[in-house]
């Protein structure tokens, strides 16, 4: 641990006085996942001290969750580091010696995570047939076009035609079908065929960004999400390692868990510190002055606070926002709140004692051929499991084990959650025997599922762009508190971080971890002035 001890009363700096009160700006961070985390660390490094992170749950992470399962780690949260060079996330893994570059095989090498490590994906349709590779990499490549086009609208600003109501999920149905049905090859069946591929391929894409449907995602946005070329590592020992490298010079004390924000009390707007204002001298005393910003925790709790980092997610500013913040928040930033998307992706992890799978097999992909017509899917409450897209093989063995890691996403992934695991079990070797017309796959050893939606500091996977919603709309979330830099109220009472408050890589870790450090620099550079006057930089 390191100390960054910096004195105030170093400076005869103007800017200083006001801080002389308690020494140094009291900042909370709610919140220790990658964004907090981030936050707490540029802070500490850049010579503040009273830093408090108030986290929710018993642990550090977040959405970043590595379970012991076995030998085998599994990532019921991130997984991939996606990118190379320029990604931090992937710098932090890889200076600190947490990935392995053997082989390319390690890497998916796809623009779908989902689609491609090493090995070859079985398309299966629900008669336990497997669908021809050749067909597959046909439609695959057809899929691949259109959804290059769908990247078009926003990098080269292309207008929406109004038949696409400016959805992905539709523009992308409307004309993959469109050219399905054009192809004079094709016969009647494999038409079919290709019109349920894309009933799949919509699933999956819908895992891949959070959302209910790819109908909810916004076309004209789309394009904004910006990917960091270079593959797709994972972290053998757990993504969890990049969260404990984040976290290492932390010091306990600052570091809070099992402690949940109840209200954010700003603009001086604090009960107690009103009571305190009451006709009294602010510098007559050592009591503490009314704090501009108050942190009341469940549990009574009261933090005074000249800063707050909020870094709860989305769904949780969704749910919440209208008791988590007093005063509430200025109406357009609600409204973001509001137009914003955030959906749930799950994970189904089965071990089995034996593969029934051929070694080649990287996943199982689940073809419905009843599907081929249908509009948006939207499924009866009864029929959730249509939604689970796929099941990857996890790889290598020898780490894993014979585990397969299943995807469902959207209201369908909550109603997972409310299964027990035994349920869910049988319900997925069910599946799994009707697709591959193997009719004596046994039950899995074991289970190990994800619940995002239902965690109650958490409420969802990742950020997406909804439809009606924009970049704008990200700005507008990450805006800090009091907008206006009026002389009376103290600047910069309530930030927000989080990945989805960064407008190009919104879902991700590196957007986690880049909005925290956003954050961190403006209260660095606010009190810039103040901490010059010490030189004395701390060590790494
Ligand atoms: C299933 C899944 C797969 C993913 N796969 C990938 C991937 O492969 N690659 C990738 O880059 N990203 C992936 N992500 C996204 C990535 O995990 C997130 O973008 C990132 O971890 C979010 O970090 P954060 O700090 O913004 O939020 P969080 O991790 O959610 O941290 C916020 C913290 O705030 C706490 N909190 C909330 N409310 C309160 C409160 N009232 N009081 C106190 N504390 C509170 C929460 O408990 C939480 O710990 C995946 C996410 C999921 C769920
Ligand atoms: C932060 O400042 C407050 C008020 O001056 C003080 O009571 C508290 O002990 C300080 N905390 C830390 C961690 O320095
Ligand atoms: C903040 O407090 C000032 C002074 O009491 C008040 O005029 C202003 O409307 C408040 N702002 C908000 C957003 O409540």
Known sequence: MQSCEISSDSTDDPLSSGLRRHQQPRIVVIGAGLAGLAATKSLLENGFTNVTVLEASDHIGGRVLSVQFGKATLELGATWIHGANGNPVYHLAEDNGLLEHTTEEECSVGRISLYAKNGVAHYQTNSGKRIPKDLVEEFSDLYNEVYDLTQEFFKNGKPVGAESKNSVGIFTRDLVRKRIMLDPEDSE???????????????????????????????????????????????????????????????????????????IHWNYSCPEAEDNADGADHNQDQRPGPAPVCVECEDGEWLPADHVIVTASLGVLKKAHETLFSPGLPQDKALAVQKLGISTTDKIFLEFAEPFWSPECNSIQFVWEDEAQLESLAYPVELWYRKICSFDVLYPPERYGHMLSGWICGDEALRMERCDDETVAEICTELLRKFTGNQNIPKPRRILRSAWGSNPYIRGSYSFTRVGSSGGDVERLAEPLPYTKSTKAPPLQVLFAGEATHRKYYSTTHGALLSGQREANRLIELYHDLFNADTTKPNM
């Open 189 to 263: 069946s494999t038409k079919k065929l290709k019109l349920s591929m894309l009933q799949q391929y919509l699933k999956v894409e819908s895992c891949e960004s959070s959302s209910p449907n790819m109908d909810e995602v916004s076309l004209s946005e789309f394009g904004e999400w910006t990917e960091i070329p270079g593959a797709h590592h994972v972290i053998p020992a757990g993504f969890i390692k990049v969260v404990e490298l984040l976290a290492q010079d932390i010091p306990a004390r600052v570091l809070r868990l099992g402690k949940p924000v109840h209200r």
